[in-house]
């Protein structure tokens, strides 16, 4: 029987849901010596003394201390500890910069044919055609989406794409003589994945500067744009939700002063059929196959982040290429130019799979009017806000209109309610909505980055502008609730700081072991 | 075309007005400018019905051959294992699928638990006290590890035995070409890790030093020794290794390995024609700020209920930002849930159990091939699950053939070595998992015998 | 330390960093406002005794959950001292700044660089 835990908070004591009461077991704690799930099959071939196939001096002294449960016992512990997880197939989920939009069930059963499911990377080519073709028209509807000739579905994720689309531009760059460039430009609104890209690919971060509509200071950049800049990583809508209306002029101070401008596709829900990276004079996109292309988060993972390049950066695209035949698709490895590849195999095939399975549902038209509805709700949902009063303790940081996501700044909540935006974030907890990116980006004072997708009602956005009203109606009577919350959440408020101080990262097994139990 | 959106031209009336524009593509007007609108549709298909996608996909997936298809023994890297319903069915479940990254711990108590679990797993399965949540898969875990090598100390030379994937190798030198460091290979002599050389090209410049066990033949490699040749210099000791054979195999963290990475498709994860799957990646604890990815942490809430946090953030991307010990930002949260349900699927004995029936049954599949005519081991070094053999058939293009000839009779005799290897054109890798019974092992000398045989004479004259 | 000082007896730099001098020694450590900044404090990462510090540039981190600082020397010279102690009280900085949270003692190689550092007086008006 899970021991019931001695609740602290005040009024709450002896309140408690059963998955509050319950007290977090590890599967290492659970089973007993001898129970299993698994029968092992049949040895049927002669059997040999293990210690000649392998000498003891290569073996393990003792097995690895895995848990001992039996079936039941992993699907009751898996299926409980699900519960304790908020998610999007549950809940909205307007995270911002992450496109948290459903994620059709149609392609978990195509993604599980065995056909694709069970198909060896390592297959001869002419026995995988049909994974080569999808891979191939893919990559031409991305191609098409960016607006850019040559893709690459290799990358394991955006940060990934991001690491091939910087060390593509410094292959471009030494393969024309010009050793010179050292640096890369991203705006102060920019990710933390560019910045940490950057170094890994042994370049330099340079900032430069946002104006007042949170767009590229025009100025800063031509400043700063000479020839010792490698590449411009921007993200266009940028992490404001905003559409820098100087985009072609940026692209043309970043090119006329010989460097690569990098598009950083994380917020290509705005835009698909609208405008093109490609259009706007990018050289490199990534896409992110889990954001608009809706390859499930997965909890933090699996993702796929295929680049789309120019035509003067296609002899530095990875290996192996997708190339069709006259009659066949093959995998092709000749490309004396290539920086060679980054990662095993071919790249997150099931997410191609996926993200294949939704263009083919949706078409042009389909994608177009995606982005539509995701423009359409971020600016019905400022409006909802603004009728009910919550812009006055949490105004829009820029503009008036937005793309698909936008930011409020929760300063004058925090001044005037003494309400934090991680406060407010707690809180709409207990009203079973995911909170909104909070304190990203960096440049607004308690940022609250708001993206409801495409895939929302308006009823959901209604639900979630009330509760937003509510919340500041509750902590402009008493902002200590909004401290203290969540309430109703399996676990309360988490002491992060110890978790950083002392940390613990595993499951202890001996009584000596370190924990905080 | 099938959508996913709710907005019906009431919703839109209504929309609009609140938001105060006469029309959606005024939105568009006052923020995109007209110089870069696309201003006609996009150059793809017209959309379909669920059905027909289906169809589609169907048709797609029924033109690859796959393990379903034929008895495979293809291997290198990726293992054609049973993954169990139990792990298909919770990997299905929203409330793993279909979240985001743990940022607020409070209602992503399950996804933070499975890390913690995983993270536990893991370091049991290494012996080593610290890992991370999971990074990509396993070639991109030995870059990642040479390059925590090259913040921990600087140095700028990694060296790295040619018994390492290919894949991770390569994926090697394209990072390193980015961050600076020159990339030394060690060759092999008699299936393994050259132990003279090795030990040669280790100085005190190297930054890390890399071996991989079993290596890409399928040999077991002597660890101990390999990290114990790295003991005077200020290397850091990389081991990349194949989970399942360290169900038996001493672990690294006993072998004096400070840093353990792999590919972790063989725990509970699908082929998927090489993704995606997921890399784990431990240490030990000097290692533990170091450490790419994320990091789940256990601690208590404000009533005192043990629960889980992401931790040691500062590591990362969005804080540290171009110090982060990596870019990593989405990872494989699902796919390494998947591996440490297996890994509880199988406990404790089972692990084991399946590692010993593949020592047997490779032995079996070893000796089986290698009494055939024309077929000798590359190797006779001592292996787990996969093996190589030379076929004596005249090179890379009649090895093909044989291939071809097994593929013909329902058969995937293995993975050609010489496009990887120069130095060992004729040969052929062989992958043995428990679903490769006598039966098929039996049927795979058959064709294998009959195929080399009729290549053979097509070889005569050729030296 | 709930409430925001800065004691008259210290110099302070602009990055937020206070000196208190003992002829040719100075101990370093952060300003109130600086650990305010950062929040709860969990991981100092000190320099080693013996290496040099130049004033103006980096010398340690400090890392709170969800921040990290880069802490500046506002002289320069040679470690003497580090406070092992912040490694199982990283708080220290938090609870007490000025005192138990003093980061590292330094020989000074040029102590007239601290006619460049402000007073306290000057210092809290800097913040506003």
Redesign the interface.
Same mark, same amino acid.
């Given at each position: 029987m899970a021991d019931d835990v001695a609740v602290k908070a005040p009024a709450a004591a002896g309140m408690q849901s059963p998955l509050q009461r319950e007290r977090a077991r590890t599967i290492f704690e659970k089973g007993e010596p001898g129970r299993r799930a698994f029968t092992c099959p049949e040895l049927d071939v002669p059997e040999v003394d293990a210690s000649q196939l392998l000498a003891p001096e290569f073996r393990r002294s003792a097995p690895a201390r895995l848990p001992e449960v039996s079936e039941p016992e992993l699907v009751r512990h898996y299926v409980r500890l699900s519960k304790r997880n908020f998610d999007l197939d549950s809940g909205f989920y307007p995270l911002g910069s992450c496109t948290m939009k459903h994620n059709p069930r149609l392609h978990e059963r195509v993604a599980a044919l065995p056909g694709h499911a069970r198909l060896h990377p390592r297959q001869h080519p002419a026995r995988a055609q049909g994974a080569l073709e999808l891979m191939w028209r893919l990559e031409r509807a991305l191609g098409e989406v960016a607006g850019l000739p040559h893709v690459s579905l290799q990358p394991s994720a955006g940060s990934h794409g991001e690491l091939a689309g910087v060390l593509l531009s410094r292959a471009y760059h030494e393969d024309r003589g010009d050793h010179g460039r050292t640096k890369v430009l991203t705006p102060d609104t920019a990710h933390g994945t560019n910045p940490a890209t950057v170094t890994m690919a042994g370049l330099e971060v340079v900032k430069v500067a946002s104006n007042a509509d949170g767009g590229v200071d025009i100025e800063d950049l031509k400043a700063k744009a000479d020839d010792t800049v490698a590449c411009l990583m921007l993200t266009n809508p940028n992490t404001l939700g905003i559409f820098d209306p100087h985009i072609e002029q940026i692209t043309e101070i970043v090119r006329d002063a010989g460097a690569t401008a990098y598009y950083d596709g994380a917020n290509l829900n705005a835009i698909m059929g609208i405008t093109r990276p490609g259009d706007m004079g990018f050289d490199i996109v990534h896409f992110n196959l889990h954001k608009s292309f809706t390859q499930p988060h997965g909890g933090g993972g699996p993702g796929s982040g295929p680049i789309a390049v120019s035509e003067r950066m296609e002899p530095y695209l990875m290996v192996p290429r997708i190339v069709r035949g006259e009659a066949s698709f093959d995998l092709s490895f000749d490309h004396p130019k290539s920086i060679g590849r980054l990662r095993g195999f071919q790249g997150n095939y099931g997410c191609f799979v996926r993200a294949y399975a939704y263009i083919c549902s949706l078409g042009a038209e389909g994608l177009r009017d995606a982005s539509e509805v995701a423009v359409l709700n971020a600016n019905y949902l400022i409006a909802r806000l603004r009728e009910l009063g919550v812009a006055e303790h949490l105004p829009l940081a820029f503009g008036e209109v937005c793309m698909h996501e936008f930011v409020l700044s929760g300063a004058p909540m925090k001044r005037e309610l003494k309400v934090r935006t991680l406060d407010l974030a707690k809180r709409l907890l207990d009203h079973g909505i995911h909170p909104p990116t909070v304190y990203f980006p960096l440049i607004v004072d308690e940022a609250l980055l708001i993206e409801p997708t495409e895939t929302e009602t308006r009823e959901t956005l209604d639900g979630f502008a009330e509760a937003l009203a509510e919340i500041l109606r509750e902590a402009a009577e008493d902002p200590e609730i909004a401290r203290n919350a969540p309430y109703t959440t399996p676990v309360r408020r988490l002491d992060e700081a110890g978790a950083a101080k002392r940390p613990v990262i595993r499951q202890a097994l001996d009584a000596g072991d370190e924990t905080n139990a | 075309m099938s959508r996913y959106t709710s907005v019906t031209p009431e919703d839109l009336r209504a929309m609009l007005a609140a938001i105060g524009v006469e029309s959606l593509e005024e939105l568009f007007e006052r923020q995109v400018p007209a110089g870069v609108r696309l201003g006609r549709a996009l150059d793809l298909p017209a959309g379909l019905p669920e059905q027909d996608v289906y169809a589609h996909l169907r048709d797609l997936a029924a033109r690859n051959v796959s393990a379903e298809d034929e008895i495979t023994f293809l291997g290198a890297g990726m293992y054609d294992h049973y993954v169990p319903a139990v792990v298909d069915m919770l990997m299905e479940r929203s409330e793993y699928l279909t979240p985001y990254t743990p940022y607020q711990p409070e209602v992503s108590q399950g996804g933070l638990q499975v890390m913690f679990e995983y993270q536990t797993a893991i370091s049991e399965l290494t012996a080593l006290p610290v890992s991370n949540a999971s990074v990509y898969e396993g070639p991109s875990a030995v870059a990642a590890a040479a390059y925590l090598a090259k913040i921990a100390n600087g140095k700028g030379r990694v060296v790295v035995s040619r018994g390492v994937h290919p894949h991770s190798r390569e994926t090697l030198r394209t990072t390193a070409a980015g961050y600076g460091v020159e990339v030394v290979e060690v060759g092999l002599r008699d299936g393994v890790t050259d132990g003279d050389a090795w030990a040669d090209a280790i100085d005190q410049d190297t930054g890390s030093v890399i071996f991989q066990n079993p290596n890409y033949l399928g040999a077991v490699e002597d660890a101990a020794a390999l990290a114990g040749a790295a003991k005077d210099s200020p290397a850091v000791v990389i081991g990349a290794y194949d989970p399942i054979p360290l169900g038996i195999l001493k672990p690294p963290g006993e072998c004096g390995v400070d840093v353990a990475v792999g590919e972790g498709q063989p725990l509970g994860n699908r082929l998927d024609f090489g993704g995606p799957s997921f890399g784990f990646f431990a240490a030990t604890e000097a290692y533990l700020r170091r450490m790419p990815g994320r990091i789940a942490g256990e601690t208590r809430d404000v009533d005192g209920r043990r629960g889980f946090v992401l931790t040691l953030q500062t590591r990362e991307q969005h804080i540290r930002r171009e110090k982060a010990t990596s870019n990593i930002c989405t990872a494989q949260a699902l796919n390494a849930l998947g591996g440490v349900v297996y890994l509880a699927w199988l406990g404790r004995e089972g692990l084991v159990e399946l590692a010993e029936l593949l020592l047997q049954r490779t032995h079996y599949a070893r000796e089986a091939l290698t009494a055939l005519d024309g077929v000798e081991a590359l190797h006779t070094r001592p292996v787990v699950r996969e093996f190589a053999v030379r076929l004596d058939v005249g090179g890379r293009d009649s090895v093909s053939a044989v291939i071809e000839r097994c593929a013909a009779e329902g058969v995937a005799a293995g993975v050609p070595l010489g496009g990887d290897y120069p130095e060992f054109e004729d040969g052929l890798l062989v992958a043995i998992t428990e679903r490769r019974s006598r039966a098929d092992i039996d049927r795979l000398a058959e064709v294998l015998g009959a195929a080399v045989a009729a290549e053979r004479p097509t070889a005569a004259g050729v030296a | 330390m709930a409430d925001a000082s800065y004691p008259d007896e210290l110099l302070y730099h602009a990055e937020h960093d206070w000196v208190r001098l003992d002829g040719d020694t100075a101990t370093f450590g952060i300003t109130w406002f600086a650990q305010d900044a950062l929040? /709860?404090v969990?991981?100092f990462d000190p320099p080693e005794v013996g290496s040099t510090v130049t004033k103006d540039d980096s010398y340690a981190e400090v /890392?709170? &959950?969800?921040? &990290?600082s880069d802490v500046i020397a506002p002289l320069s010279g040679e470690i003497v001292e580090v406070n092992t102690a912040l490694g199982d009280k990283?708080?220290a900085i938090n609870e007490d700044p000025y005192g138990d949270g003093w980061m590292v003692k330094v020989k000074l190689s040029d102590p007239g660089e601290k006619d460049a550092l402000l007073d306290a007086k000057a210092y809290e008006a800097s913040l506003s």
């Open positions: - | - | 929040g /709860e969990v991981f /890392e709170s &959950v969800k921040a &990290v990283p708080e």
